[in-house]
């Protein structure tokens, strides 16, 4: 990797982990979010031909930059990572352009792989905390995903989703799987926050949450889906993929279980936004059922 920010802000014993940030015309975020990285022992922003300055930038604050481009098969974009990129460390922290690594993420994952690291682990749930209008939520509902895995004990499973519109050359939102279930490893679970700025643009943020409802509605019908790697996750999302009380469902975990009333005016805006997606998926759900 050649000289930029991150070599000159590195710590003398870096974090044993290689960060991937997958992008695409994410010009407007890369910056944000390669500045946040110092102090990991590699940077690697794997890039889908940006007709923006993403690549430039990228490669302007020190990040080695890997060109992709889909062939319309599998695997796709994060496995393809696994499987083709080279990487420092068999750790991989996947991030996206859109989000933060926190200052008290890195020291705990710092804690995490001090000495020997992890050994009997596959990989970790990172917990997203959204940045909504501008503002960081301490409440409401938040994000886990397993975005923190060892390259040889997990991978993206091949769904049946080549022909759904909606996703493309990314995996869509479920979890990588554990390559040998019977070898004993464990999956973890890191406190600190990842910021997750989901919310900076109205129109382009409606405009993916709609396909994201199409392609979520005919994953269902074919029963795409994989497993979720922990099992009372796995049955609360299959039973809120057709359930009409989802949209109430997800508004109610949020904004009063989860107390996201205490964040006032965007408390209440994130929480709407949550349940009109959940009535999205529910209305193209049935949409495409109807279809048969």
């Known amino acids: 990797m050649g000289r930029g920010t991150f070599m ?59 060109a992709y481009e889909w062939d319309g ?31 008290a993420l890195r020291d705990e994952l710092a804690r995490i792989f001090s000495g ?4 009997n682990c596959a990989g970790y749930f990172v917990r997203g905390r959204y940045v909504w209008s501008g503002r960081l939520l301490q409440f409401g509902l938040m994000n886990d995903k397993l975005a ?3 390259r040889e004990r997990v991978c993206f499973p091949v769904v049946d989703d080549l022909d759904i519109p909606g996703m493309g050359e990314i995996e869509g939102h479920y979890q990588p799987v554990l390559k040998n279930p019977q070898a004993g490893f464990c999956i973890g679970r ?3 926050p990842l910021l997750h700025f989901a919310y900076e643009d109205e129109e382009r943020w409606a405009e993916r949450h709609a396909r994201y409802a199409r392609w979520e509605a005919h994953m269902t019908r074919r029963g795409a889906w994989p497993r979720d790697p922990v099992p009372w996750r796995d049955w ?14 997800v508004f109610a975990y949020g904004y009063f279980f989860r107390l996201g009333f205490l964040e006032g ?12 997606y959940a009535q999205a998926v529910i209305t193209e759900t049935r949409r495409a059922f109807a279809e048969r």
Request: charged share 25%; hydrophobic share 45%.
């Open 190 to 192: 890191v406190r600190a």
């Open 236 to 249: 609360v999302k299959r039973f809120l993929r057709t359930s009409r009380l989802r949209p109430a469902i």
């Open 265 to 276: 005016r965007a408390g209440w805006s994130f929480a709407l936004s949550r349940a009109w």
């Open 116 to 119: 020997d690291g992890p050994k």
């Open 8 to 66: 000159s802000e590195r710590p003398q014993a870096p974090i044993p982990v290689s960060v991937i940030v997958t992008t695409k015309n994410e010009a407007r975020n890369i910056e944000r979010c390669l500045r946040a990285l110092s102090g990991f022992a590699e940077v690697i922003v794997v890039d889908s031909h940006s007709a923006d300055e993403t690549a430039a930038l990228a490669q302007r604050m020190g990040a080695r930059v890997v």
């Open 73 to 103: 098969r599998y695997p796709k974009k994060r496995q393809w990572c696994l499987e083709q990129v080279e990487t420092f460390s068999p750790w991989v922290f996947f991030v996206d352009a859109d989000e933060e690594v926190t200052q």
């Open 148 to 150: 923190l895995v060892h």
